[in-house]
């Protein structure tokens, strides 16, 4: 009789572990990316630039889609500071041989806040 509760203890723990359904309804509610404030001033500094005539978010264009970008350097700690100058010197070389326009007018700050932005538009 035993060994039977103890059966159904184990059967009832897998089950309620197995398949991991509703966990990810407990999640505290992620804050919506495009209300946070570095977010705002990075999509108004590109409006504000030319990155549009060679960029689109989701799609390849002359450059790299921008989710492409945030894709490839998620969780790198130095992909800020080095898409900042990437974006203020240009260059080629990364995505192809079709060099990015150099945009010498940001300033480094600017030309951060838009690297973060670009980072933020990972899915
Ligand atoms: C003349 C076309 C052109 C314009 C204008 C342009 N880009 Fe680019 N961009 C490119 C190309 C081409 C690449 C790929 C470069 C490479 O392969 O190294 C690129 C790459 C990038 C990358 C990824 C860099 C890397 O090394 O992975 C970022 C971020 C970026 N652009 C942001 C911007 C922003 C922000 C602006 C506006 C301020 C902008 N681009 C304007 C063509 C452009």
Partial sequence: MKKVVFMAMVVATL????????????KPKVADVTEDPVYKKGVEIV??????TCHKID??????AWRDVAAK?????TAVKYLAHKIINGGSGVWGQVPMAAHPTLSEDDAETVAKYVLMLKK
Avoid: L
């Avoid at 089950?15 to 407990?26: A, K, L």
């Avoid at 409006?47 to 549009?52: P, R, V």
């Fill in 15 to 26: 089950t309620s572990c197995g398949g991991g359904g509703g966990s990810t309804e407990e």
């Fill in 73 to 77: 350097y998620a969780g790198q700690d």
């Fill in 47 to 52: 409006a504000g630039s030319d990155c549009f």
């Fill in 59 to 64: 799609e390849k264009n002359i450059g790299p």
